[in-house]
């Protein structure tokens, strides 16, 4: 009955600006590449990463067909699922579930000058899981999960325990944000958006940086040749610290609570942990706070990274996103450099990982923290890619 519990991560795509899949990204990050560049928007210049800057035009989308059904956002998204499902040996059956993590969705169509703009419902959260259903032809409508900035991680530990249910043999996650006037003004208005780009972790950090990627992954019960980088899902937790509505428990005390549930269910003690993919945003608030929850949790010796240097907080796709590259990381057993670190800036020393390197890597902690006090912890496993073993 154990076995039959089990969860992978059997097959995962990225596109972003450092590239339109996994491994275009992870062979950009090994030469400490970043997607992040000045550009000019609201009237201002700012730095934030931008998918359409490195894939240019309608071609990108040539293989969805007639794009003008579509918003920008739900084209990538499509665009990256195929992608997915065309890498795999895998057939959408009445047992696949679909889940979407976004914060913001389709926002952007509200804007005067876009396609949409006449048609409001279209930044419907339901009505995007609509369109990504349909175009694929599930049967099983979309589950859209948006939770802030954990989000992306959140709907690994959904897909795994609708799976564990038996309400699912197979999800489909897909994630994505794009930037829009309204997600830079909104951060704007807190101050916490950075005049270069975001430095996590170090002593003059001023903010963090927006970002927009695009990741989808499929969760299975069992795996076969085609997967690559299989990983087991071996524990998750979540855990709102009730703080604030924006700023983080002082403590750490909901990201140490859902490491310790995520280490509990896993059954590992915190010296099993490899690697920890931290959330890193650059903030003043949001990097101590996660050096204090680390250190609670005996996990302040463990090589650590943020990846926001390279992609900017990419919201509701971040988790997934970091959650792919982090597996990629175990196979390839090597540990990406915290891009932008310079002088530790945090009261708790984290040891963080200031160039890559090969390590032996068997299990990585992947964390969120967000808005409203949520926070996850996800522990992955690597598994063998032999064909057969489930």
Do not use: W
């Not at 047992?95 to 993590?101: A, M, N, P, Q, V």
């Not at 680390?294 to 990274?305: G, M, S």
């Amino acid at each position: 009955m154990e076995l039959m519990n089990k969860v992978y991560i059997t097959n995962h795509h990225i596109l972003s600006p450092l590239g339109d899949s996994s491994i275009e990204n992870f062979n950009n990050l090994l030469k400490n590449n970043s997607g992040i560049k000045k550009h000019r928007r609201i009237g201002k210049d700012s730095f934030y990463s931008a998918i359409i800057d490195k894939n240019k035009g309608d071609q990108l989308f040539a293989e969805i067909g007639d794009v003008e059904l579509y918003t920008p956002l739900e084209r990538l998204m499509i665009l990256s699922v195929s992608k997915l499902l065309g890498a795999s040996n895998f057939k959408i059956n009445s047992k696949t579930g679909l889940i979407i993590s976004t914060t913001k969705g389709n926002i952007d169509v509200l804007a005067k000058d876009t396609a949409f703009y006449k048609d409001p419902s279209r930044a419907y959260l339901p009505v995007l899981g609509e369109k990504i259903q349909g175009f694929f032809k599930l049967k099983n409508p979309a589950i859209v999960v948006s939770n802030a900035c954990v989000s992306g991680v959140l709907a690994v530990a959904v897909a795994k325990q609708l799976m564990q249910a038996d309400l699912y043999e197979d999800v489909i996650i897909v994630s994505g944000d794009l930037v829009s006037d309204f997600i830079v003004a909104g951060f704007e208005s807190f101050q916490a958006i950075s005049s270069t780009p975001c430095r996590p972790y170090s002593k003059n950090r001023d903010g963090i940086t927006i970002g927009e990627a695009i990741a989808s992954v499929l969760m299975r019960k069992t795996y076969d040749a085609t997967s690559v980088d299989v990983v087991e899902v071996v524990g998750n937790a979540s855990c709102n610290d009730a703080n604030h509505i924006s700023g983080p428990s002082r403590t750490g005390e909901g990201l140490f609570l859902s490491i310790q549930a995520a280490l509990k269910e896993a059954k590992l003690e915190a010296t099993d942990i490899d690697y920890v993919s931290a959330h890193g945003t650059a903030t003043i608030f949001n990097d101590e706070m996660e050096s204090i929850a680390f250190q609670r949790a005996k996990l302040d010796k463990v090589p650590v990274n943020s990846l926001k240097a390279y992609y900017g907080h990419t919201l509701g796709a971040s988790g997934l996103l970091e959650t792919v590259i982090g597996l990629m990381s175990l196979h390839q057993n090597t540990l990406i450099s915290s891009l932008g670190f310079d002088e530790m800036g945090v009261s708790v020393p984290l040891n963080i990982i200031k160039e890559n390197h090969n390590k032996s890597l068997s299990v990585f902690l992947k964390t969120a923290s967000g808005f409203g006090g949520s926070n996850t912890a996800l522990i992955l496993k690597k598994n063998s890619r032999k064909k057969g073993l489930n």
